[in-house]
Structures are given as C-alpha cells and as structure tokens.
C-alpha cells in the first residue's frame, strides 16, 4: 500500500517521547518519500482540535508512561480528537526506566477504538522526568534503533497488497488496569497528587518561559509582582523546570521527594527497549 503522508502525534514535556517519535515516523517517511506533519500535544489547545486521518495516512502516536498508563488528564484527548478511518498507525510509548506496565496496551486500545489499525508499537526506556535513572536516555542508538524500526514498519507497509493484510499488533498490559501507586523508599505511598512546584520569588525573573512550556496552562506571571505563579492543575511533568534558566522552580513536597529517592534507589539498570514489529 502507498502511504502518501506521514503524521506524527506526540505529548513529550521533557522532549524524549519527541525525539524518539519523530525518529520512528522520518524511519517511515523514508520509505516513502513523504514530508512529516506533527501535532505536539503539549500545547493544550492543539489537544482540543479534532485530528482526522484517511486511510493513506500513517500516524506515528507518542505518549510517556505515568503511573503505568498514559498520562490521566491527557489521554482523553486521544479518544476524544484523534480519529482514524481504517489508518494504519505506530503506537510509542517511552518510560523512565522503572516500568511502562499497561501504558502502551492503553495506548494501542484507545487508538484501535477510534478507527486506526495499530500496526507496530515500542516502550523505549529514558531518562526519567524527575528522577536520576536512566540518565542519558534516549542515546544516539536509542534514536537510530527507532528511526529503523520505522522503517522495517515502512518497507512491511510498501509491500502489503490488499487492506485485510493490515493486522493490528499484539502488545502485553492491561488498558484498564489501575494506575501504579508510588512508594516512599520503606514501601508505604507517597501521596503527592496536589504537590505543585514552589517558586523562588528572589530568583524568578518573571521572562514566561514556564508560562509557554505548561501542558497545562497552569502558570502565569503575576503582572504586580512580575514572578510566575502556578495557580492550576501541575501533572508533575516538569517542563516547566527543565526551561527555567534561573532555576527558580523546585518540588518541595516530602512525598514526592521521597518517591524520587526510592526510584533512585531501587531502579538504576539499564533497560533494553522493547520492540513489536509489524509482520506480513
Ligand atoms: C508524573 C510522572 C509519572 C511517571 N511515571 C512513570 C512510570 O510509571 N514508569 C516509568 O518508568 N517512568 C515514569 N515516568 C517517567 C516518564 O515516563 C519518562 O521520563 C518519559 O520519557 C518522559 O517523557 P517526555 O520526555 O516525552 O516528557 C513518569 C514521569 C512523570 C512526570
């Protein structure tokens, strides 16, 4: 079958699940000689717009692992905006190095309900978001292994003839499963659900950065006090962190320091990625 455009899909605060999308779809794009379309879904009204794909279309869908699912308050998005028409696709997960447990099998479930047909998938361990695991992750190998992948997926398409061909790919989890529960380093939950990060007043110099990389649209600068405030809903995703020059955003919650302490001292190893191919 031709493939005629390329569109990747992602959700990526802190860029791995980015790189490693992008990596995948030009894999594909490469067999087929097709420009890549994105939508980056961290922009909260890029999430709202309905996404339709036609049937000569490959998506390339890319999510982080939370909690071992998709992310809660995004992965509605998905079922509600991103609609397919038979449109064969690449399901991606990346996760920090602890575990991607039912994230990609809720991922392929809510893109195979909304018309696609998933065709391959991949959890790619990383670097995680906001503990010292997995540091240096995605690697070059990690971006080349992806990028081929995409186009093993891509040369599989190119010689299927007929559209039953199209068989959707099985992958391990649980699409409803519960979300992980996290643990402070002596085995109880640590419960920071509503931990937000606090701002250094001395130190925040009011520029906006962490105002434009909120998925949430959570943070806007006080116009009397030209300091950053955070006055929604955080995800924990620390986007806004990583953009802050003057290193004016920390998490303080016990809880959730805690929980970083026990992934940092429970989950060091190195993880092999995890592929599911397309096969004709
Ligand atoms: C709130 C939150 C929960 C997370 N939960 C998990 C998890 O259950 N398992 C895991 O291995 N990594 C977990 N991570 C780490 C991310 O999945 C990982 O760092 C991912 O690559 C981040 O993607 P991004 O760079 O595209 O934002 C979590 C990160 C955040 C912010």
Same mark, same amino acid.
């Given at each position: 079958?031709?493939?005629?455009?390329?569109?990747?899909?992602?959700?990526?605060?802190?860029?791995?699940?980015?790189?490693?999308?992008?990596?995948?779809?030009?894999?594909?794009?490469?067999?087929?000689?097709?420009?890549?379309?994105?939508?980056?879904?961290?922009?909260?009204?890029?999430?709202?717009?309905?996404?339709?794909?036609?049937?000569?279309?490959?998506?390339?869908?890319?999510m982080?692992t939370?909690?071992g699912r998709l992310?809660n308050?995004?992965a +509605?998005?998905i079922s509600?905006?991103?609609?397919?028409?038979?449109?064969?696709?690449?399901a /991606?997960v990346?996760? !920090? #190095?602890? *575990?991607y447990e039912n994230s990609l099998a809720e991922l392929v479930a809510r893109l195979s309900k909304n018309?696609?047909?998933v065709?391959?998938a991949?959890?790619?361990?990383?670097?995680?978001?906001?503990?010292?695991?997995?540091?240096?992750?995605?690697?070059?190998?990690?971006?080349?292994?992806?990028?081929?992948?995409?186009?093993?997926?891509?040369?599989?398409?190119?010689?299927?003839?007929?559209?039953?061909?199209?068989?959707p790919?099985a992958v391990p989890g649980d699409p409803e499963a519960p979300y992980?529960?996290?643990?402070?380093?002596?085995?109880?939950?640590?419960?920071?659900?509503?931990?937000? +990060?606090?701002?250094?007043?001395?130190?925040?110099?009011?520029?906006?950065?962490?105002?434009? /990389?909120?998925?949430? !649209? #959570?943070? *806007?600068?006080?116009?009397?006090?030209?300091?950053?405030?955070?006055?929604?809903?955080?995800?924990?995703?620390?986007?806004?962190?990583?953009?802050?020059?003057?290193?004016?955003?920390?998490?303080?919650?016990?809880?959730?320091?805690?929980?970083?302490?026990?992934?940092?001292?429970?989950?060091?190893?190195?993880?092999?990625?995890?592929?599911?191919?397309?096969?004709?």
């Open positions: 079958m031709e493939i005629k455009k390329t569109m990747a899909v992602y959700f990526s605060p802190t860029t791995h699940t980015r790189q490693l999308t992008l990596a995948v779809a030009k894999g594909v794009a490469s067999v087929f000689g097709t420009q890549i379309h994105f939508k980056n879904w961290a922009r909260p009204r890029m999430r709202e717009q309905d996404a339709v794909f036609d049937r000569e279309t490959l998506a390339v869908v890319g982080p939370y909690a992310p308050l995004i +509605p998005s509600e905006h991103l609609k397919g028409n038979k449109t064969p696709a690449i /991606l990346t996760y !920090g #190095s602890r *575990a018309g696609f047909i065709v391959a991949a959890a790619i361990p990383c670097a995680h978001s906001f503990a010292d695991i997995g540091e240096g992750r995605p690697t070059r190998q990690d971006i080349v292994d992806a990028a081929v992948f995409g186009q093993k997926t891509g040369l599989n398409l190119a010689q299927v003839e007929y559209e039953n061909q199209l068989k790919v992980y529960t996290p643990l402070k380093p002596d085995g109880t939950p640590a419960r920071f659900l509503k931990a937000k +990060p606090v701002v250094d007043t001395v130190r925040c110099n009011g520029c906006g950065v962490c105002v434009r /990389l909120c998925p949430m !649209g #959570s943070i *806007a600068v006080n116009p009397l006090s030209g300091k950053a405030e955070i006055h929604g809903v955080c995800i924990k995703c620390q986007a806004c962190l990583r953009g802050c020059l003057p290193v004016a955003l920390a998490f303080k919650d016990p809880d959730f320091l805690a929980h970083k302490q026990m992934l940092e001292s429970h989950y060091k190893a190195h993880q092999d990625a995890a592929y599911f191919p397309f096969v004709i």
